[in-house]
């Protein structure tokens, strides 16, 4: 008889650890940036120099909404990144023609190596702080997870006057 309530324990126990194990691959979390919370600030001081603050999201980097070529964007900024880096789909909803632009190389991402086309974009437009004629790579990725958002990289941030990162706080000017 105390064999009874302790094979009933064991048989709980057991159905608890079955029903935990799942036969899924399981999947890498990964942080939407088009759903990450981001504060961006413009302010234009009495001289008119413009000044832009954006805020840490959840994933640690700095986000902002771009227009490039007059087309809203969503960015990362990555001061490792020589230029600023589109993603294919990014391109073709600038009007961007990729398929007349030759293949200018290859582009290491975390996802291996792509083919990247170079262009010069119009217009790159933070928070007021507006650059022409910036140079940027096109990366043919087979899958946007691999970049989850366009990287503005060197080719726009060498021009600013100052980029500085305070706590959770960039501010670009």
Do not use: W
Request: hydrophobic share 45%; proline share 5%.
């Amino acid at each position: 008889m105390r064999l009874l309530p302790l094979c009933l324990l064991l048989a709980f126990i057991a159905l608890i650890a079955v029903q935990g194990v799942s036969h899924e691959k399981p999947r890498r979390a990964q942080l939407d940036p088009a759903h990450m919370p981001m504060v961006t600030e413009a302010k234009r001081d009495s001289t008119g120099n413009v000044s832009v603050t954006l805020r840490r999201a959840a994933d640690s980097h700095f986000y902002a909404d771009a227009r490039i070529n007059g087309r809203t964007t969503r960015v990362m900024v990555d001061s490792g990144a020589s230029l600023v880096a589109l993603r294919r789909r990014d391109a073709e909803a600038m009007g961007i023609r990729i398929e007349d632009l030759p293949i200018a190389g290859e582009a290491r991402t975390a996802g291996g190596v792509v083919p990247m086309r170079m262009v010069t974009l119009d217009e790159v437009d933070i928070g007021g702080i507006r650059e022409r004629d910036v140079r940027a790579a096109i990366l043919d990725l087979p899958d946007d997870q691999d970049m989850p958002a366009a990287l503005l990289g060197q080719s726009f941030l060498a021009r600013l006057t100052s980029v500085e990162i305070r706590g959770d706080e960039m501010v670009m000017r």
